[in-house]
């Protein structure tokens, strides 16, 4: 099934997530019970997960981990290793702030003030 993820709202994204995540654990025919009492989570919490996708990101994270998907999890956010032209004009340092940026309106040109400014 193909997905615009562009126009995915976050509720729907947890929903898919859950949704997936239920298939993966009956396709390795694991019964939540099971599958909660390994990841150290409330049954509950898990089936909250599978129906919507509601839970904290820890109880996510531990679900991920007990079904040996966390490579999959770390693959789809790229790591920002700093490239090696990078090194040469940042005087070897990594990025550690974000900079704002900079202010695109036209400036006005300085002129005199009037009497009527003072």
């Known amino acids: 099934m193909a997905y615009n993820f562009n126009a995915m709202t ?3 994204l947890r929903a898919e997530l ?23 989570i409330g ?18 994270l531990r679900i991920v981990i007990i079904l040996g998907l966390a490579d999959h999890l770390l693959s789809t956010i ?23 940026a900079r202010n695109q309106r036209p400036k006005k040109p300085w002129t005199w003030g009037n009497a009527q400014d003072i």
């Open 10 to 12: 976050s509720g729907s």
């Open 78 to 100: 790229p790591a920002q290793d700093i490239r090696p032209i990078e090194r040469i004009g940042a005087r070897h340092s990594e990025r550690k702030r974000a900079r704002p």
């Open 43 to 60: 049954l509950r919490t898990l089936r909250r997960l599978e129906a919507d996708g509601s839970c904290t990101l820890d109880s996510f």
């Open 18 to 40: 859950g949704s997936r995540l239920a298939k993966i654990r009956l396709s390795r025919n694991i019964t939540q019970e099971a599958l909660a009492r390994e990841a150290g």
